[in-house]
């Protein structure tokens, strides 16, 4: 643990101009190297040599044009850019392997969206439109050779891949008297393959009571580190993941001020994309379905407030064996069930916000790599707080806050049976923002 050092640093920036909006986003993290994920370094001379840091940044940009009261269009472009998660700070790192664990990887994706929204009075309201997504990757070794595997045969690498993904989306909505419908779909085209996405929603409002039913399919693209890089082994058939999603949710407003949710939810995830630790490669394996129950009680006041939340989800017994415990009740290295309360007040200039998350005992993979037992973990209470004082000086605020300030033992736990050893992670984090307006 006194290895497992951690550091995060991050910058917003938003503006936005009648109907023109940017948002640009730069977070750094730095964290203590790993031998293949199994060990953490210890510190030379009282200082840390070996560590990892990881970057990103996105910037995206918005313009909506208004044809007519009725009818609007939205183009926006982003650009979002990174390195690999597991990029040495130091060339001389013992972490580094041939390709320096992503030390030479730059990641870039590319999207423009265009949407439409038509308002259509009594007869409802449509949306559609389109996007153009670009991922890029970029990967050399450390002796300067290509570090991306494009095929199954011994030459056919590169220093750089793409792939494209193009979709199209529609969406109607309207309601009537009680009862509201949204029924859509989004059509993808891309280069691991094609897909359809339906989306169904029917919505009852009476009185204080509220209910909404919702279906819906989902479909993920593989990453191209998993499916190029050769810092793993090259598996050339992943294909997209599916998701299909059923929920019920229903709520009951009590008076103005308080107010009660349940949402009860069913996912299966068919050719899951995962990580095979066995033989060091990704691939579509297993089938994963969750299924459970989440809700909220939530009372507002003018300068105060409270919440309580919580939730629990199974696995169902067609979920495979290598995500699951032993006796196959829980997922691995999830908690099965969570519970959030918290209040929030302000006064004057401002505001507090104390939280608390309580997890109960969660199981991973037991240290004996041979025999793939399971190991507990113990339960945890994380303590939260935020302070915000408005107007320091004009257009200027200033906030500190902070999450899990009782700094609970919290690592991170594998979800499958990889022979990876959790990783110490989400201890006592403390952050200083300044927001500033103009």
């Known amino acids: 643990q006194e290895n497992a050092y951690r550091e ?34 210890p510190k030379i001379n009282g200082r840390i040599t070996e560590a990892y840091t990881n970057f990103t940044e996105a910037l995206v940009i918005k313009q909506q044009f208004n044809i007519s009261p009725l009818v609007n269009i939205e183009p926006s472009l982003s650009v979002i850019h990174g390195n690999g998660i597991t990029s040495a700070a130091f060339p001389f790192s013992q972490t580094n392997g041939t390709f320096g664990l992503d030390g030479g990887t730059k990641m870039f994706r590319y999207q423009g969206n265009l949407m439409s929204n038509w308002d259509l009075k009594q007869y409802g309201q449509v949306v559609f439109g389109g996007s153009f997504i670009r991922d890029q990757l970029e990967m050399t070794s450390i002796d300067g050779n290509p570090g991306l595997q494009v095929g199954p045969g011994v030459g056919d690498t590169a220093y750089a891949a793409h792939s494209d993904m193009k979709s199209l989306m529609l969406e109607y909505t309207n309601k009537f008297d009680l ?60 294909k997209p993941e599916t998701s299909t999603t059923v929920e019920l949710e229903t709520g ?23 990580y095979d630790g066995l033989n060091n490669a990704y691939g579509n394996n297993g089938y994963v379905h969750s299924y459970g129950a989440e ?62 998350t309580f997890l109960p005992q969660r199981t991973g993979q037991s240290a004996d790599t041979v025999a793939l037992g399971n190991k507990t973990y113990p339960s945890l209470f994380l303590l939260n707080l935020s302070l915000t004082y408005k107007g320091i000086c004009k257009g200027i605020d200033l906030k500190l806050s902070g999450t899990n300030l009782l700094d609970a033992d919290y690592v991170l736990i594998q979800t499958y049976y990889g022979s990876h050893a959790p990783m110490p992670a989400y201890d006592r984090h403390i952050t200083m923002s300044v927001i500033a307006k103009f």
């Open 252 to 274: 009951y407003r009590f008076n103005k001020d308080f107010s009660a949710r349940v949402n009860v939810f069913n996912i299966e995830i068919s050719d899951p994309i995962k």
């Open 295 to 356: 809700g909220e009680l939530a009372y507002h006041k003018a300068n105060w407030g409270a919440f309580a939340n919580g939730s629990i989800a199974f696995p169902g017994s067609s979920t495979s064996a290598s995500l699951v415990s032993l006796d196959g009740k829980e997922f691995l290295g999830i908690a099965k069930w969570k519970a959030n309360a918290g209040v929030y007040g302000n006064y004057k200039k401002f505001q507090i916000s104390p939280s608390f």
């Open 179 to 238: 009862v509201g419908i949204t029924v859509g779909g989004r059509y993808e085209n891309s280069s691991f393959g094609n897909a359809f996405a339906p989306r169904v929603g029917l919505t009852y409002v009476y009185k204080k009571f509220n209910a909404k039913l919702l279906f819906g399919k989902a479909y993920r693209i593989p990453l191209l580190y998993e499916a190029d890089s050769r810092t793993i082994n090259y598996s050339g058939n992943l």
């Open 8 to 41: 995060y640093w991050y910058a917003i920036v938003k503006g936005n101009y009648k109907d023109f909006s940017f948002n640009y986003h730069r977070s750094v993290q730095n964290y203590a190297g790993q031998d293949g994920d199994i060990s953490i370094f």
